[in-house]
C-alpha cells in the first residue's frame, strides 16, 4: 500500500491539517483501511478506489471511526493525483454523495483544490443537547453570538455550529472530551465547529473531534462547507459570498480555507485550498 502524506489548506507542512492518502486502495478490506488509519495517526485518512470510468469511490477514517466525508483529506486527494496525473477535474464518491474536485496549478507550481459539496442543509439543536453540549465545551449562553443561532449544519457530515461572541472565547478550549465524545456518538455529529465572526465574511474556527480521537482539526473541510450552508439557510450572508475561514491558529496549525456560496438554495458549497505533500 503506497501511503502518502500531505496537510491540506497549507502550503507549510508544519501549517494546515496532515491527511493520509492512499490513491489506489483495491482490494483493501475496511478492517485494514481502519488499522491503516490507526497507523497513519492523523485525524483522517483517505483511501481512493480507482472507476473504470476515471470517476474514485473513495472512503475516510479517522484513527478511531469511519466518516461520511472529509474535506481536508479530499483536498489532499485531490492534490495528490493532480500530482501525478495532471490538474483537471476528478469526481469523488463519497458515502455522502458525489463530490466534484477541480485542480489548477498557480504559477509557482502550487496545486489549488475546489471541493463542490453536496447539497447542504440545517436542523434545530435540541434545547436539551445545546445544555449538554455547552456544558462538555464549559461554555455559557452569555458566551455566545446572538446573531449566529446555535444549529446543526450538514454538507456531507453533520457539524453543530456554536458561534462564540468573542475572539477570546474561542481561543481558551478547554473541553470534556468524554462528555462531548458521548453526545456527539449519539447524535452522529462529526466534529463541533465552533466559529466567531470577525466581520461578515471573515471568520475564525475551531473544531473538536473526540469521536475519531482527535482533541482538535487543524482545519476542517466539511465543517467549512457546512458553515456555509448555515449562513444561506439562515439568512446570514449577502449572496452569492466567499467566505474566508482561519482555523489551527491557536493550536499552532494555521490553515486557510476560501468558501464560495452559491446562491442557488439546492446547490453544492465550495470549499477552496492548498496542499503540501509530507516528506
Known amino acids: 500500500m503506497d501511503i502518502l502524506r500531505y496537510v491540506a489548506f497549507s502550503t507549510d507542512p508544519l501549517g494546515g491539517n496532515p491527511a493520509g492518502v492512499v490513491l489506489n486502495a483495491t482490494g483493501i478490506d475496511e478492517a485494514t483501511m481502519a488499522a491503516t488509519a490507526a497507523e497513519v495517526g492523523y485525524s483522517e485518512t483517505a483511501f481512493a478506489v480507482p472507476r473504470p470510468d476515471g470517476a474514485h469511490d473513495i472512503r475516510y477514517f479517522s484513527p478511531r471511526t469511519e466518516v461520511p466525508f472529509c474535506g481536508h483529506a479530499t483536498i489532499a486527494t485531490a492534490v495528490a493525483h493532480a500530482q501525478r496525473h495532471g490538474v483537471g477535474e476528478l469526481l469523488l464518491h463519497t458515502q455522502a454523495g458525489p463530490v466534484s474536485v477541480t485542480t489548477s496549478a498557480r504559477p509557482d507550481g502550487t496545486v489549488v483544490a475546489t471541493l463542490v459539496s453536496v447539497a447542504p442543509r440545517t436542523a434545530e439543536i435540541d434545547e436539551a443537547d445545546l445544555a449538554e453540549l455547552l456544558a462538555a465545551l464549559h461554555?455559557?449562553?452569555?458566551?455566545?453570538?446572538?446573531?449566529?443561532?446555535?444549529?446543526?449544519?450538514?454538507?456531507?457530515?453533520?457539524?453543530?455550529?456554536?458561534?462564540?461572541?468573542?475572539?477570546?472565547?474561542?481561543?481558551?478550549?478547554?473541553?470534556?472530551?468524554?462528555?462531548?465524545?458521548?453526545?456527539?456518538?449519539?447524535?452522529?455529529?462529526?466534529?463541533?465547529?465552533?466559529?466567531?465572526?470577525?466581520?461578515?465574511?471573515?471568520?475564525?474556527?475551531?473544531?473538536?473531534?473526540?469521536?475519531g480521537g482527535v482533541v482538535e482539526d487543524p482545519a476542517t473541510g466539511a465543517a467549512a462547507a457546512a458553515l456555509g450552508g448555515y449562513l444561506r439557510d439562515l439568512g446570514l450572508v449577502a449572496l452569492p459570498a466567499e467566505l474566508t475561514i482561519h482555523q489551527g491558529v491557536d493550536m499552532g496549525r494555521p490553515s486557510l480555507l476560501t468558501v464560495g456560496v452559491p446562491a442557488d438554495p439546492g446547490s453544492g458549497i465550495e470549499v477552496t485550498g492548498t496542499a503540501v505533500r509530507i516528506g
Open 139 to 211: 461554555w455559557s449562553p452569555a458566551d455566545l453570538d446572538p446573531a449566529l443561532p446555535p444549529r446543526a449544519a450538514y454538507a456531507g457530515a453533520w457539524h453543530p455550529v456554536i458561534a462564540a461572541a468573542g475572539r477570546e472565547r474561542l481561543a481558551d478550549l478547554d473541553y470534556d472530551m468524554a462528555a462531548l465524545g458521548a453526545l456527539m456518538a449519539r447524535r452522529d455529529w462529526a466534529t463541533v465547529a465552533l466559529v466567531h465572526r470577525e466581520s461578515d465574511t471573515v471568520f475564525h474556527a475551531r473544531n473538536p473531534f473526540p469521536p
